[in-house]
């Protein structure tokens, strides 16, 4: 059973759209949130952590976590198209990662 | 340049032979792992090393062996290959071993293919 949910599976938005990807995990113990991004052919590499109830704000990019309904979500807003990737998000000391979404960006 | 380099990028066997993945990171941290990605899986934990011991055993097989000869390596010995080892193997590292707010860097990975 998959310990980490995410959605969409894939997801499509025009270059300076917004693009939204959520995360719910299935265990109260994962409190502690990475995402990560993986481009074609590279391995995954950090974007940003929460670990706070709320919002955490890095550049173009924004986590939300709700530690109640153990959700987070990921905002990009302004998207470009090198954000086209495959977002991970993982918890609980990165053993869990998530299936993952695949955005793509269109010019 | 590379922090954390992987051998080799690609890699064929044939089922039943043994196979030994290298890795190597220039991060100076203390903890390494090992993670496999394949199409039907997400992205998935096998093993984790902290002052080149075992912390976290995930992999279910005895045929997957880590290797850490130095503290900066970490290499997957492979035995009795089969076509559903097929995957990219990520070597991934952090400063300290479990613990939350860690960030991990993965290698460009190496791609297994079993015939």
């Known amino acids: 059973q998959q310990k980490v949910q995410q959605s969409p599976e894939s997801l499509s938005v025009p270059e300076g759209g917004m693009a939204s990807l959520n995360c719910t995990s299935s265990d109260r113990n994962f409190q502690y949130f990475w995402w990560y991004r993986q481009h074609s052919g590279e391995g995954p590499k950090a974007l940003m952590?929460?670990?706070?109830?709320g919002d955490k704000k890095e550049g173009r990019f924004t986590a939300h976590l709700n530690k109640a309904s153990l959700h987070v979500s990921l905002h990009i807003r302004d998207s470009q198209p090198s954000d086209s990737a495959l977002y991970f998000c993982?918890?609980?000391?990165?053993?869990?990662f998530g299936s993952g979404t695949k955005l793509t960006v269109e010019p | 340049d590379p922090k954390i380099i992987q051998k080799p990028k690609y890699l064929v066997a044939v089922t039943g032979s043994e196979k030994i993945l290298i890795c190597e990171q220039y991060l100076g941290h203390n903890a390494m792992y090992w993670y496999r990605q394949s199409a039907k899986k997400p992205l998935e934990f096998m093993f984790s090393?902290?002052?080149?011991?075992?912390?976290d055993n995930q992999t279910a097989s005895s045929r997957f062996q880590p290797q850490s000869s130095k503290k900066n390596h970490l290499d997957l010995q492979i035995t009795a290959l089969k076509p559903d080892d097929s995957a990219t193997y990520f070597c991934?590292?952090?400063?300290?071993?479990?613990?939350?707010?860690?960030?991990?860097?993965f290698g460009h990975g190496t791609k297994l293919s079993v015939l």
């Open positions: 952590s929460i670990f706070s109830d």
């Open positions: 991934a590292s952090s400063q300290e071993n479990t613990v939350s707010n860690e960030r991990l860097f």
């Open positions: 993982a918890a609980f000391n990165v053993l869990y």
């Open positions: 090393y902290s002052y080149q011991k075992l912390m």
